[in-house]
């Protein structure tokens, strides 16, 4: 099993240039969710899903945009990119069985805004 | 709102010491807790949960955590630290009014003195 894979591991924008973060799981998980790692601020939820057609925002939405057309897939749109969206990148998942609250993590998309 | 504090950015323990590591947690309803580790340039994997019965928990590699009610607190433990258990390791609470969102505390890393 591959897990939750996210592409790519780097990349540099410049300010106002858009850009999707991609995220997929094989493991037919009906949760998936976007968190950003900053500095001193550990993990916060960007945006997450419980199915496919079904979003919702997380704690810090403004500036993302995502959907859900597939159970594997759950990617995350930066429309116009701004410095204060460098950070660190997971994409989580997992199934939304009763207490099987264990979050699979991918390995991280390193993005730097110019 | 729900938060989690988690004392200490940086721990530093000799080889066969013990470690601790301190988290706690605002909420007059117990949440659903978690210790999350993160092995340098990858992503989170799950040490242990506590979700209900025994507040006392075991996790994998040796780690453990109890629950404590009366002071909001879910402490890490591991009675002999090992090189490879250098990582920083994430306390994180789900708040009992939220099936889906996870909030994580800033952090702690811990570091393994030969």
């Known amino acids: 099993n591959a897990g939750v894979t996210q592409t790519p591991k780097f990349q540099v924008l410049k300010t106002g240039q858009s850009m999707t973060l991609q995220c997929a799981q094989d493991?037919?998980?009906?949760?998936m969710s976007w968190y950003r790692q900053d500095p001193g601020m550990g993990l916060r939820l960007i945006h997450y899903s419980v199915g496919a057609g079904i979003t919702d925002q997380g704690e810090v939405p403004n500036g993302y945009n995502v959907s859900r057309s597939t159970t594997e897939d759950f990617p995350l749109r930066l429309l116009s990119a701004a410095p204060s969206q460098t950070s660190v990148y997971f994409c989580a998942s997992r199934t939304t069985g009763h207490k099987n609250e264990k979050l699979f993590f991918g390995s991280g998309t390193q993005l730097s805004v110019l | 709102a729900q938060s989690v504090t988690q004392l200490g950015s940086h721990v530093s323990v000799s080889e066969g010491a013990l470690v601790l590591l301190r988290c706690n947690y605002s909420s007059s309803v117990p949440p659903y807790l978690f210790w999350y580790v993160q092995y340098p340039n990858q992503g989170l994997q799950l040490l242990l949960k506590?979700?209900?019965?025994?507040?006392l928990v075991k996790g994998i590699n040796g780690f453990e955590a109890e629950f404590k009610k009366s002071e909001t607190s879910f402490h890490l433990t591991k009675p002999s630290a090992h090189m490879s258990d250098a990582a920083e390791y994430f306390c994180a609470v789900r708040p009992m009014d939220s099936s889906y969102k996870l909030i994580f505390g800033s952090g702690t890393r811990l570091l393994v003195r030969p």
């Open positions: 506590y979700t209900t019965g025994a507040t």
């Open positions: 493991m037919n998980h009906e949760y």
